[in-house]
Nanobody
């Protein structure tokens, strides 16, 4: 069993920074790649970033490349999302998820797992 809890969201001005955390309970945390997904107002949930089980590989959606950094601490069972140069279009509820990184046709992708989601943390970026 794995439980996930996000924190660190808030209201920030455009150009500002936030650091999201996802605290996990359950030893199986280290077996999973961990991903961050978000759902903006009136939008579908979308992939943001992911990190492999070891932390050695990362993957980012194009809109956040160069601005966001994902990392994990397998000792303290926590995943982080460092967000810099935030834009109003980053406004969303951010969720962490335990899933897997897949490799197909020369491309990596994050496959969100169906079972382990956090409750989400709201990020609002004002212009």
């Amino acid at each position: 069993q794995l439980q996930l809890a996000e924190s660190g969201g808030g209201l920030v001005q455009a150009g500002g920074s936030l650091r999201l955390s996802c605290a996990a309970t359950g030893d199986i945390f280290r077996s999973y790649a961990m991903g961050w997904l978000r759902q903006g107002p009136g939008k579908e949930r979308e992939f943001v970033a992911a990190v492999s089980w070891s932390g050695g590989s990362t993957l980012y959606a194009d809109p956040v490349k160069g601005r966001f950094t994902v990392s994990r601490d397998n000792v303290n069972y926590t995943v982080y999302l460092e967000m810099n140069n935030l834009k109003p279009e980053d406004t969303a509820i951010y969720y962490c998820n335990a899933g897997e990184l897949t490799f197909h046709s020369g491309t990596y992708a994050f496959q969100a797992g169906p079972h382990y989601w956090g409750q989400g943390t709201q990020v609002t970026v004002s212009s």
